[in-house]
Nanobody
Framework: QVQLVESGGGLVQAGGSLRLSCSAS????????MGWYRQAPGKQREWVAA???????TYANSVKGRITISRDNAKNTVYLRMNSLKPGKAAVYSC????????WGKGTQVTVSP
């Protein structure tokens, strides 16, 4: 059974930092491209960042320079480091694992206060 479990969300002040983690099980993690998405209430899910099994990471233009995605294949975990967070509506950040099939976690909520 494939499971992706996100953690690290919470309430943070504007300008602060947060590191999200997504721990995977049930897949050969190193073979999967991993990604992070976010969804605010009433809005469509938005792609944030992706890191392939090999190669360079990519980022949405809206987060470039403030967010870093990384992975630790030995720990079956992908991370999302977010700096200089901007205040706004809470969003649920979810990770995805992509190969022939896509898998999704349930997400972790991030709220940035003014």
């Amino acid at each position: 059974q494939v499971q992706l479990v996100e953690s690290g969300g919470g309430l943070v002040q504007a300008g602060g930092s947060l590191r999200l983690s997504c721990s995977a099980s049930g897949i050969i993690f190193s073979l999967f491209a991993m990604g992070w998405y976010r969804q605010a209430p009433g809005k469509q899910r938005e792609w944030v960042a992706a890191i392939p099994s090999g190669g360079s990471s990519t980022y949405a233009n809206s987060v470039k320079g403030r967010i870093t995605i990384s992975r630790d294949n030995a720990k079956n975990t992908v991370y999302l480091r977010m700096n200089s967070l901007k205040p706004g509506k809470a969003a649920v950040y979810s990770c995805s694992a992509r190969n022939v099939k896509d898998y999704w976690g349930k997400g972790t909520q991030v709220t940035v206060s003014p």
